[in-house]
């Protein structure tokens, strides 16, 4: 049993001040596997003061100062690897096909913002003016559940590139993950008050964050419902807001696909995280031509994507990570059935020899109209939706035809058709043939996927307030 009961504050783990306690979870086994204590408002408005006594000091530090920082936190992450994901594996019941990613990369967040830093120039000349770029204030970062490391670390690399003190609250079910991570970040020997990290609930802290009068930016990953609610309470103060939300990303299939090479590349794209991903492509077109064919293919590969734990090193679909969350793809299952779309593959309840644990089967559905709900809203399960269409028009219609806009990926042997169809999408990212992930390109999303943009230059701007100087 762990028992989280420290949050970090200017420099130094503190009791706080908070009395609520929230059980964690092993996903894959359903048993308690620890508490945590939750801060209050009194302690967001501690951590809050802590960062604004950091910032005058720290937003005047030097671009070789700030590298340096990232540098060290880089080492200090990197050096428990191992440790932050058995965490992972423990707390959220992440296969090892993801940890193998997510862990690496959110060490290496800050080594990427590094070389963004250094190319960076903080000041330039138009016309006239000399113009500075300067770290808006304060920052406030509200991470979810489905990748708590990944979130909080290329939040933290960004604020302190840019010269921003933060105040981090994760995701309390993550509350393991966070402190080993917290103990890493601790080791850096940053100054203090520079980054404070507060469990807490998110109507309690996350709310606060967001109508606190000295936070000046806020940084959300989540849900499209609880974006919605920061963007209120944040609009009273006029806070640079970036919000990265929902999604519900087409995966089209063109008429001039390999097959055997887009199915298994289709299902990798539609159940990452075991589905849990707001990038997954979790509506997949099929010209109608091919459609015969591709549920074929779609059935046979399926079958390769083995359910399990983390400790099978075959499992590429881990456990949802709560009952709640299991409960939520359950009736979207059932749903689906009840709006008239077939089954394909998977459908209620856990997979054959699974009797404990959260575990969802792989599921996908045929026969389905884009105006039905499991095509329409996200599920954050390992749930598909296959969608036929006529031609490459009725492709791009449909997959525009959704309040989302954040990552798409196309399937094909023509690069520059495919080039071109990128072009006519309405989202952040468009992927193709499985490309893997660019630190460097900016991610966000268009319509209620949110707003702003993440990673790059274009994180890093998001941090930073332009002041022309004129002569």
Not at 338 to 355: F, N, S, V
């Amino acid at each position: 049993m762990r028992n989280i009961d420290k949050i970090y504050l200017d420099g130094q783990f503190v009791t706080p001040k908070g009395t609520e306690m929230a059980d964690l979870h092993n996903p894959s086994t359903e048993e308690k596997i620890g508490t945590v204590r939750l801060a209050g408002v009194e302690d967001t408005w501690e951590a809050v003061a802590a960062a604004k006594r950091a910032f005058p000091a720290f937003s005047r530090t030097s671009k070789a100062e700030r590298i340096d920082m990232l540098k060290r936190l880089n080492a200090a992450v990197a050096a428990r690897v191992s440790d932050i994901t058995e965490a992972m594996a423990l707390e959220y019941g992440a296969p090892q096909t993801f940890t193998s990613f997510a862990v690496p990369h959110a060490a290496s967040s800050f080594l990427t913002m590094a070389s963004v830093l250094e190319d960076y120039e903080f000041e330039r000349q138009m016309g006239r003016a000399r113009v500075v770029m300067q770290p808006s204030g304060v920052a406030a970062a509200i991470t979810p559940w489905n990748s708590n490391i990944g979130f909080i670390t290329s939040k933290l690399a960004t604020a302190i590139a840019a010269g921003s003190t933060i105040v981090i609250k994760p995701s309390e079910m993550s509350a393991i993950q966070t402190q080993i991570l917290t103990e890493c970040l601790h080791e850096a020997g940053l100054p203090k008050g520079v980054f404070n990290v507060v469990n807490g609930y998110g109507n309690v802290v996350g709310a606060e964050l967001s109508r606190h009068p000295d936070i000046a930016k806020v940084t959300f990953t989540g849900s499209t419902a609880v974006g919605r609610e920061i963007l209120r309470s944040a609009a009273d103060t006029f806070k640079r807001v970036t919000l990265e939300l929902g999604g519900k990303g087409p995966n089209i299939i063109l008429d001039d696909a390999d097959l055997d090479v887009a199915i298994p590349a289709v299902l990798r794209m539609g159940f990452i995280n075991s589905g849990q991903a707001c990038i997954a492509g979790t509506r997949i077109l099929v010209p109608d031509q091919l459609l015969d064919d591709a549920l074929v293919s779609l059935k046979k590969e399926i079958e390769t994507f083995k359910v399990g734990a983390p400790n099978d090193p075959d499992a590429m679909i881990g456990p949802m990570v709560s009952r709640k969350q299991y409960d939520r793809v359950q009736s979207y299952i059932e749903m689906g059935t009840q709006e008239g779309a077939r089954l394909l593959t998977g459908g209620m309840g856990r997979p054959a020899g699974l009797d404990r644990g959260w575990f969802t089967k792989p599921t996908i559905f045929f026969g389905v109209e884009n105006q039905m709900r499991i095509a329409r809203e996200e599920i954050f399960g390992p749930v598909l939706s296959v969608i036929g269409y006529g031609d490459e028009e009725e492709a791009v219609s449909i997959a525009n035809d959704t309040q989302y806009g954040l990552q798409a990926y196309l399937h094909g042997t023509d690069a520059a058709r495919m080039q071109a169809l990128a072009d006519r999408l309405d989202c952040g990212r468009v992927v193709i043939n499985g490309a893997p992930h660019e630190p460097l390109a900016p991610f966000g999303g268009f319509k209620q996927s949110g707003i702003g943009r993440e990673y790059g230059v274009f994180g890093l701007e998001a941090f930073l307030e332009p002041k022309a100087v004129i002569v």
